[in-house]
């Protein structure tokens, strides 16, 4: 089914489209740019950064989903969560259901960096909300959801169910 078109079939337009890519380009470049000096210092690259925090959002989730996670790869699926193991900020549990499952947790120490880059990321959304105004956030999580692909919309966590 279509989306609707809210009265403007021709909303927007060919010549708005290209600006509001550069936007994205620029504002994922911003979002990341903060995290990125951080996972330089910890030699940590951005699908660590990742791993951290759907493991955090997702506590238990197993290491077959990780490839479900935006910007984790199957080819870095062992070696990204065998890294976090290694450095004691992810525990690897053996399932209670099915003993070959492993699930991964955040350790005490994997919590401090998943806050330290959560904090610099909700503070410059938080920024741009406010800049924005109240509408901003209801009307960029609507937009958000539509250029996703359905299938992934079931890995995001619904706040009103947290």
């Known amino acids: 089914m ?6 403007q ?5 060919d ?9 994205l380009f620029f504002a994922c470049r911003a979002f990341t740019s903060d995290p990125d ?8 690259g951005r699908a660590h950064h990742r791993a951290i925090h759907f493991i ?9 989903r990780l490839p479900d996670i935006p910007g984790v790869t199957k080819q870095s699926l062992n070696r990204v969560p065998r890294r976090l193991i290694k450095d004691r900020l992810v525990e690897n549990r053996i399932g209670i259901v099915d003993r ?4 991964l947790c955040l ?11 959560s904090a610099l990321q909700r503070d410059r959304l938080r920024k741009a909300f406010r800049a ?8 960029f999580a609507e937009a958000r959801e539509n250029i996703m692909d359905p299938d992934m919309r079931t890995h995001i966590k619904d706040p009103g169910k947290e």
């Not at 000096?37 to 940590?44: C, D, F, G």
């Not at 350790?107 to 330290?116: D, I, K, L, V, W």
């Open 2 to 7: 279509p989306p609707p078109d809210h009265g």
């Open 9 to 13: 079939p021709d909303f927007p337009t």
């Open 15 to 23: 010549d708005e489209l290209p600006r509001t890519v550069e936007l």
């Open 37 to 44: 000096r951080i996972l330089e210092n910890l030699a940590y």
């Open 56 to 64: 955090n959002r997702q506590p238990g989730t197993t290491v077959n």
């Open 100 to 103: 070959r499952e492993r699930h």
């Open 107 to 117: 350790t005490a120490a994997g919590r401090r960096p998943e806050a330290q880059l």
């Open 132 to 139: 924005a105004g109240p509408d901003a956030l209801s009307d």
